[in-house]
């Protein structure tokens, strides 16, 4: 028997939920894309053929990749780390005008490498920002649930001026609706302005119109690194430098001088419950709870953050605050791999106290709650769309009751050598491991 995304079932000798905790065997059912069924049992049901049992392997909901540019795939290992945004970003426009620097095709040969590796690695859901739409049609053919964000940039008032016949021309890209569906393969579509270092007020101010009118969700990057708050705040920096040398802009003049980024996206109404607020990796005093009371989930990306040398991530002030933070992995741009799992790692090396429950919400993005659009989502319940992953575990956990933990299981989960064998994106099998037997 064959298993399908639209339909299935079958058992697991352990299960792991973010909100269950974890399971000494679970079994789960599901037709057109939702779960309709799912039971804990130490045993797998008499009539469950022994192809569908999974008695080595750990169940956990799919999980999410709630920040990635998947364009920037060819770029891993080729921009400087550790050296900040600065030099970095000048690094990246060198690279981009230099001959062949991002050819299409073989930009489109790094994504689907890309996307191959956020599948081995249980993703099942991804949401990516579209800055050239390479990685398009392998993300519609992958079978992952996923929005794609287009980047919207226009640092002048004329540019944001020009935004209808921008929109003309990207008309077949906003023509699938904004809201779809949670299943996998089904791809819905946002806008990215990219963050109030390269998008004017006034084009804040669009960009928060037109997602309210359409009913579209948006992303942006916030309060990122030191070079932008240097800019933002007094008009001059490493960001003003690059822009007057790269294309002439005088950058600081067409933004104005003054708010920060958070207080930017907030006057022009775009904090709320359908944006992702990208990195906020330094919130000035104050918008840590200004984030949480908006609604606004924050998108961390530790291993990004790394990467940069930025100063440490304010995880606590938000979590005090309240918000609702998720986990991404920004590209292979400012990144080795695009791993939630390892992104999980860096997050539970940080966040001392947290249950281990709480760094899955992360990974699955059960931790965005309830609230449409972005919540509903990372969980192994009845009724949730059916997004799994089976993990072959490497450390066999206690077999009884009394001795298995959610600890004992997230401590296997995270090790790296654990392999995700199957997921409701390719069920019959991932890469080398197509053919691996499931009997218990």
Partial sequence: MRLTPREGRLWARWGLDPAAGARDGIEIEWADGRFTRVHPTGRPPRDLPPELRFGDHLLTPGLLNAHVHLDYSLLRGRLPRGRGFGPWLRAMIELRRAPGGLDPASARSAVTRAVDELIEDGVTEVWDVSS?????????????????????LVPTAEQAGAWESWLASHEEFFSVAGAGSDEAGAMKHGLSPHSPYTVCQAGLDQAARWARQTDRPLTIHLAESPEERELLREGRGELQAIHEQAIGLDLASALGVGPSSIERAASAGLLGQATLAIHCN???????????????????????????????????????????????????????????????????????????????ACATGASLGEIA???????????????????????????????????SLMMDWMRDETRCERSSTRPNGIGATADAGGIG
């Fill in 132 to 152: 050239y739409g390479w990685a398009s049609e392998t993300l519609r053919a992958s079978g992952l649930a996923s929005t794609e964000f287009i980047e919207w």
């Fill in 282 to 360: 330094l919130p000035e005093p104050g918008e840590a709870q200004l984030l949480a009371e908006s609604g606004a989930p924050v998108v961390f990306c530790p291993l990004s953050h790394r990467f940069f040398g930025y100063p440490p991530y304010p995880l606590e002030a938000y979590r005090r605050a309240g918000a609702r933070l998720t986990l991404g992995t920004d590209s292979l741009a400012s990144n080795d791999r695009l791993s939630i799992r390892a992104e999980a790692r860096a997050l539970a090396q940080q966040a001392t106290g947290w249950a281990p429950t709480q760094i899955l």
């Fill in 373 to 407: 659009p972005f919540g509903g989502r990372g969980r192994l319940a009845s009724g949730r769309p059916a997004q799994w992953a089976l993990w072959r575990l490497n450390q066999t956990p206690p077999p009884s009751r009394e001795g298995l933990t959610a600890e």
